[in-house]
């Protein structure tokens, strides 16, 4: 991708990110974490351990965002299943990556992919 093309995106990311609800952050968080998975699946279906690991780390890292900036007082029993459903999440892939599982990334993918449907109807 040209230069010029390249920033052009980037400014248009930023300016989406900027002017975006905290509904639509959550939705492109779900987003980036679920195309970090497929990513993974890919790459450890090919055997690419140090890629599938690279992007799991990703998708880990917006699970456990997610999941720190739930607001418990706020959320009550649905930020409390989400916290469960993110904890279980990071276990997982744990275990994907523990036994070079790509079915498990799929799995967790599936999941927040539900869980960014629901979203994406809030906002």
């Known amino acids: 991708m040209p230069t010029y093309q390249a920033s052009s995106r980037a ?23 679920h195309r970090f998975l497929a ?7 090919e055997r690419d351990i140090n890629e599938a690991h690279q992007k799991l780390r990703r998708a880990e890292l917006i ?9 418990m007082e706020q959320g009550g029993e649905v930020a409390t299943h989400l916290q469960r459903i993110y904890l279980f999440c990071s276990r997982y892939l744990n ?7 790509p079915e498990r ?10 869980l960014r449907e629901a979203w994406a109807q809030v906002a």
């Not at 990513?39 to 279906?45: D, G, I, L, N, V």
């Not at 990334?105 to 539900?114: A, C, M, P, R, Y």
């Open 95 to 101: 275990e994907a990556r523990v036994e070079r599982d």
């Open 11 to 33: 400014a248009y990311q930023r300016s989406a990110v900027l002017t975006a609800s905290k509904g639509q952050l959550v939705v492109m968080l779900y987003d980036g974490a």
């Open 105 to 114: 990334i799929d799995k967790v993918g599936s999941l927040l992919h539900e």
């Open 39 to 45: 990513q993974a699946s890919y790459a450890m279906r």
């Open 63 to 71: 699970i456990e965002h997610l999941r720190t900036t739930l607001d």
